[in-house]
């Protein structure tokens, strides 16, 4: 029997972080989640502190660990999934010289018509693989060069977030891999390397960054002292270099050969297809990265909430079903759902546009708001929900259609976040999407995926395929009902019809 190892994968999201211990085989040991707040210091601006973010993750390591039962000194590597672009700017000390900036925030939106016209939209596609959104850092860097030049100028460092918290708990350098760097859409995602007009063109120098890993799991440094004693950990368990948390999603998602769908619905959403060679969008609607440690690339379009989306519904007009949820011990979203199957596909008329931070993707709209309208005298809850649900559904429809027309193919779909906690909800994407829905025995792909690249890093899987096969099981299996099919659409092209009423005049 081979050694006993375990490997911890830690999840820094957007909306809370989260720890889970795993074994060889994928098996949760130990797990703990932490939420956490977002700053909004004005309409379109988000940013997140060091004091709201990082210590959480601290202790959410040690509780894991202490929920897992194992033996800590069993612990093979950790690693971390991370957000991006969380942009950061350190002196030269290491030290933070302003709070996060959230890869939501919208201040670099005006930024992005200038960039294109100076750069070249077509050309900026092509090498960089990002249609330049206001997910993208490029218009975020521009706008921190323009309105904090001092901090801009002074920095020794500017940073996402994986590189960041890789120094800060042990590596000895600053490091980053292909995903991150990529999802800040000012790498080359042919060379692989970052690309040097796209940083010109921002005035943001190279020697600022971190270097860039090709290798999955690379091991930069080990735990050690206060920060591995804090977080549960022996002295010297080695840190590896994890990846952006849709990419550590899609990895533990199992997507690792060309054709492999992963669809992620938490906080952010997105659409996954992995392809064999670089192709991009005639459209320029899709995002092209490198499918870090897989040798290949992905292809797709984002959501700014997603998922989010719903938990923005429970934290606005659900009092009472959180409420209630404490006292009896119930999920508060899954009342909510429960609710939703009280209402037909089409929610009675009522209709959901989920782009509370924007729209992306598909429609690529920084101005765009979220909408909920359609109510008469008869509408109730249960509408009300259901259509949030069906909205949520409906942009990530917008994404695949997307896809389709730029030639890519869809089958079979993985689904991960939380989405996949609902029966219901898994059921609703099936027949809204027309396309299987395939869940996994493990829920927390991200903190898998971390985990499987930390074990790529130490050599307890030869290879991301074989941690892929190894680690990642289904569980279950949701069919489209064909006869709900004509519903469904005719509720989609409501939905679209209801953005491009708005677009241009209300937004």
């Not at 290491?94 to 939209?121: C, H, N, T, V």
């Not at 089958?411 to 809204?432: E, Y």
Request: glycine fraction near 10%.
């Amino acid at each position: 029997m081979s050694e006993e190892k375990y490997l911890v994968g830690i999840d820094a999201g957007t909306t809370g972080c989260k720890t889970v211990v795993f074994d060889l085989d994928g098996n949760p040991l130990g797990e703990d989640y932490r939420e956490y707040p977002t700053l909004f210091p004005k309409p379109g601006w988000i940013e997140q502190s060091y004091d709201d973010i990082i210590p959480p993750l601290v202790e959410s390591c040690r509780v894991a660990i202490n929920k897992s039962g194992i033996d800590r000194t069993k612990i093979a590597s950790l690693a971390f999934s991370s957000q991006a672009p969380l942009l950061t700017m350190l002196d030269e000390d290491g030290f933070l010289m302003r709070d996060f900036l959230s890869w939501q925030d919208l201040r670099g939106a005006p930024y992005i018509p200038k960039l294109r016209e100076a750069y070249g939209a077509e050309k900026f596609y092509r090498e960089t693989g990002d249609p330049l959104g206001t997910n993208s850092a490029a218009p975020k860097w521009a706008w921190l060069r323009d309105n904090e030049p001092e901090n801009f100028e002074r920095a020794r460092w500017l940073l996402s977030e994986q590189e960041y918290l890789l120094k800060l708990w042990g590596a000895e350098e600053y490091w980053t891999d292909l995903s991150s760097a990529s999802r800040e859409g000012m790498l080359d995602v042919d060379t692989l390397e970052w690309s040097k007009g796209v940083h010109d063109l921002v005035g943001l120098p190279i020697e600022k960054r971190a270097k860039i890993s090709t290798q999955p799991g690379q091991i930069v440094g080990s735990i050690t002292g206060d920060i591995a004693l804090r977080a549960g950990l022996p002295d010297g368990v080695p840190l590896a270099i994890g990846g952006h948390d849709q990419n550590c999603s899609t990895f533990g998602g199992g997507a690792v050969k060309g054709g492999d769908t992963v669809m992620v619905m938490g906080t952010f959403g997105s659409c996954y297809v992995v392809m064999d060679e670089s192709r991009r969008d005639p459209q320029r609607k899709l995002v092209v990265k490198p499918n870090h440690g897989m040798g290949n690339w992905t292809i797709e379009a984002f959501s700014n909430t997603s998922a989010s989306a719903f938990r923005w519904y429970r934290d606005t007009f659900g009092d009472l079903e959180t409420s209630a949820g404490r006292v009896v011990g119930i999920d508060p979203y899954d009342m909510m759902t429960r609710q939703a199957s009280r209402s037909p596909i089409g929610a009675n008329g009522v209709t959901f546009l989920p782009y509370l931070a924007g729209a992306s993707g598909a429609r690529q709209n920084a101005d765009a708001r979220g909408n909920l309208f359609g109510f008469s005298l008869s509408t109730n809850k249960s509408d009300v929900v259901r259509a949030v649900l069906e909205g949520i559904c409906f942009e990530m429809k917008d994404i695949i259609n997307a896809q389709k027309a730029a030639g890519i193919d869809i089958d079979t779909i993985r689904l991960v976040g939380g989405a996949a906690k609902s029966p219901f909800w898994s059921q609703m994407l099936a027949d809204s999407l027309g396309h299987p829905i395939e869940i996994l025995a493990n829920d927390q792909a991200g903190c898998l995926g971390a985990a499987m690249y930390a074990g790529v890093g130490v050599g307890v899987y030869d290879s991301c395929e074989e941690a892929a096969e190894r680690a990642v099981k289904v569980s279950g299996r949701y069919e489209p009902d064909t006869s709900k099919a004509a519903e469904y659409e005719a509720s989609f092209e409501r939905f679209v019809e209801s953005y491009e009423a708005l677009d241009g005049r209300l937004f």
